[in-house]
């Protein structure tokens, strides 16, 4: 087995005989794929995989010899980290920075725990609306809350993508990143 320590954490995308995005794995489990050519490297990721026997560059996207037919997920799964990621990190009231999960309609009241009743908020006003809904409040949802749809949800979850996957993943033009505050 190549030693893999420099990359451990780092992840590769892996897409059926189609091209067809399937998942993420590890980087170790890319490069098992492709050392028993169950996969082929398509794009390379960072470095050199260093084993007695060869030299392999990191995979950051391999793509399976054979295909594989995969029955989909159609639900992302209501979590913290995906609410978060669905909603940017900003609080669905005020846009301040999130901290918290609200439920537009209170759970307190029969509100469900799903995509379409759940926000990130901020803890101020979270606190603030208690047990109330929005339209009790005279308050605004800044987008209607719904359930992340599309190939790139399905593969990545709340996952942040690599850049070099962006081709096979239809993926929207990253953001811009945020100028590095003054000291
Ligand atoms: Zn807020």
Redesign the pocket.
């Known amino acids: 087995m190549p030693d893999i320590r420099p990359t451990v954490g780092s992840s590769a995308l892996v897409l059926n005989a189609t091209y067809e995005p399937l998942c993420v794995v590890s980087v170790r489990r890319a490069t098992i794929l492709v050392l028993t050519a169950k996969a082929e490297c398509v794009s390379d990721g960072d470095g050199i995989l260093h084993s007695a026997y060869q030299n392999l560059p990191v995979p950051s996207v391999v793509r399976l010899t054979r295909y594989v037919k995969v029955p989909y997920r159609t639900h992302v799964g209501l979590s913290r980290r995906a609410i978060f990621a669905r909603d940017g990190g900003r609080?669905a009231?005020?846009r301040?920075s999130a901290e918290t999960i609200d439920h537009v309609f209170p759970r307190s009241r029969g509100g469900l725990h799903a995509w379409e009743n759940v926000v990130a908020?901020?803890a101020?006003?979270n606190h603030s609306k208690g047990d109330k809904t929005p339209a009790e409040l005279g308050w605004r949802l800044h987008s209607i809350p719904q359930a992340p749809r599309g190939v790139a949800w399905r593969v990545l979850g709340h996952r942040t993508p690599d850049p070099r996957w962006a081709d096979w993943l239809d993926l929207p033009a990253a953001p811009a990143e945020p100028a590095a505050e003054a000291a």
Do not use: D
Request: with cysteine; charged share 10%.
């Open positions: 609080c009231y005020c301040g908020a901020c101020k006003c």
